[in-house]
């Protein structure tokens, strides 16, 4: 990376720093299926909307967005949790804290928690990996959302996943791909290690799998982001799926009004109109 635009990186990591700091803390917590803590926030009424983060990140990174914004004042209720190892959830670091899918049983239990009957649920990037995965044994999710993401993740030996274990946990010498995610991590005080463990024990979900989820998906990525594969691939595996293409690249597309609008029409009952879907 850049020597300048890392500097500036760093000044802008501080500057959300200081402005989320001055947000009033408004998480809850629960405890799920093994002891560890689980921090959400819980804000609005009306039809659930689960929102998921992606890698190195916590669901406070949907504060600022579009989306977030658009779906309270539609008079949606919008549940955000911090995965586990990130945010304000616990970060243990042992490795069995995070093997067999524990983000998911983490997001059933959520569920379980606040006595949700349905809900719409949205991922991006690493979110939409663990989202993934939940649509293959959660019934109570009526529509879902894939943002940032091909089809690459379900592959056990991906490339890149086994990269940014590696980079992470130390077993290998940073690259031009990892050098920048693992300096801003240090930058931002994120745990290297629990972020090599949620990358060793990323969520995989078969083609097979992604084949039997019934519910309405969109697929919703920038026209400048193939990071995690082509979406047009991950759309073919999913039968009742849609995909759209937005401006944007993986870093910025979820923050976006286009990405909101993308959403908002999808979750809409407008959509299944058009689409014959009942």
Same mark, same amino acid.
Not at 18 to 39: C, M, R, W
Not at 66 to 86: F, Q, T
């Given at each position: 990376?850049?020597?300048?635009?890392f500097v500036?990186?760093?000044f802008?990591?501080?500057?959300?720093?200081?402005?989320q700091?001055?947000?009033?803390?408004?998480?809850?917590?629960f405890?799920?299926? %093994?002891?560890?803590?689980? $921090?959400?926030?819980?804000?609005?009424?009306?039809?659930?909307?689960?929102?998921?983060?992606?890698?190195?990140?916590?669901?406070?990174?949907?504060?600022?967005?579009?989306?977030?914004?658009?779906?309270?004042?539609?008079?949606?209720?919008?549940?955000?949790?911090?995965?586990?190892?990130?945010?304000?959830?616990?970060?243990?670091?042992?490795?069995? $804290?995070?093997k067999?899918?524990?983000e998911?049983?983490d997001?059933?239990?959520?569920?379980?928690h606040?006595?949700?009957k349905?809900?719409?649920?949205?991922?991006?990037s690493?979110?939409?990996?663990?989202?993934?995965?939940?649509?293959?044994?959660?019934?109570?999710?009526?529509?879902?959302?894939l943002?940032?993401?091909g089809?690459?993740f379900?592959?056990?030996?991906?490339?890149?996943?086994m990269?940014?274990?590696?980079?992470?946990?130390?077993r290998?010498?940073?690259?031009?791909?990892?050098?920048g995610?693992?300096?801003?991590a240090?930058?931002?005080?994120?745990?290297?290690?629990?972020?090599?463990?949620?990358?060793?024990?990323?969520?995989?979900?078969?083609?097979?799998?992604?084949?039997?989820?019934?519910?309405?998906?969109?697929?919703?990525?920038?026209?400048?982001?193939? %990071? /995690?594969?082509?979406?047009?691939?991950?759309?073919?595996?999913?039968?009742?799926s849609?995909?759209?293409?937005?401006?944007?690249?993986?870093n /910025?597309?979820?923050?976006?009004?286009?990405?909101?609008?993308?959403?908002?029409?999808?979750?809409?009952? %407008?959509?299944?109109?058009?689409?014959?879907?009942?």
């Amino acid at each position: 990376m850049n020597k300048n635009r890392f500097v500036f990186l760093l000044f802008l990591v501080s500057l959300i720093t200081v402005l989320q700091a001055q947000e009033p803390d408004n998480h809850q917590y629960f405890t799920s299926y %093994d002891g560890v803590k689980i $921090a959400f926030t819980d804000e609005g009424k009306g039809s659930p909307v689960l929102l998921l983060h992606g890698f190195i990140n916590s669901g406070s990174s949907w504060n600022k967005t579009v989306l977030k914004r658009e779906l309270l004042e539609r008079r949606y209720r919008v549940i955000v949790p911090d995965l586990r190892g990130n945010g304000h959830s616990d970060q243990p670091e042992a490795a069995e $804290a995070y093997k067999n899918d524990a983000e998911v049983k983490d997001l059933v239990a959520l569920a379980d928690h606040l006595r949700l009957k349905h809900y719409i649920a949205l991922g991006y990037s690493r979110g939409s990996i663990v989202l993934a995965k939940l649509l293959t044994t959660e019934k109570r999710i009526t529509k879902s959302i894939l943002g940032g993401m091909g089809a690459d993740f379900t592959n056990p030996n991906w490339d890149r996943r086994m990269a940014f274990a590696d980079a992470f946990s130390g077993r290998a010498e940073l690259t031009e791909m990892t050098e920048g995610a693992v300096q801003y991590a240090q930058s931002i005080g994120a745990n290297l290690k629990v972020l090599g463990l949620l990358q060793d024990y990323q969520p995989v979900t078969s083609k097979a799998a992604l084949s039997q989820i019934k519910i309405p998906v969109l697929i919703v990525c920038g026209d400048m982001d193939l %990071d /995690n594969g082509d979406p047009s691939t991950l759309k073919l595996l999913i039968p009742n799926s849609t995909q759209k293409i937005v401006k944007g690249d993986h870093n /910025n597309t979820y923050k976006q009004e286009n990405f909101s609008q993308a959403v908002l029409h999808f979750i809409s009952e %407008d959509w299944f109109e058009l689409q014959g879907i009942h």
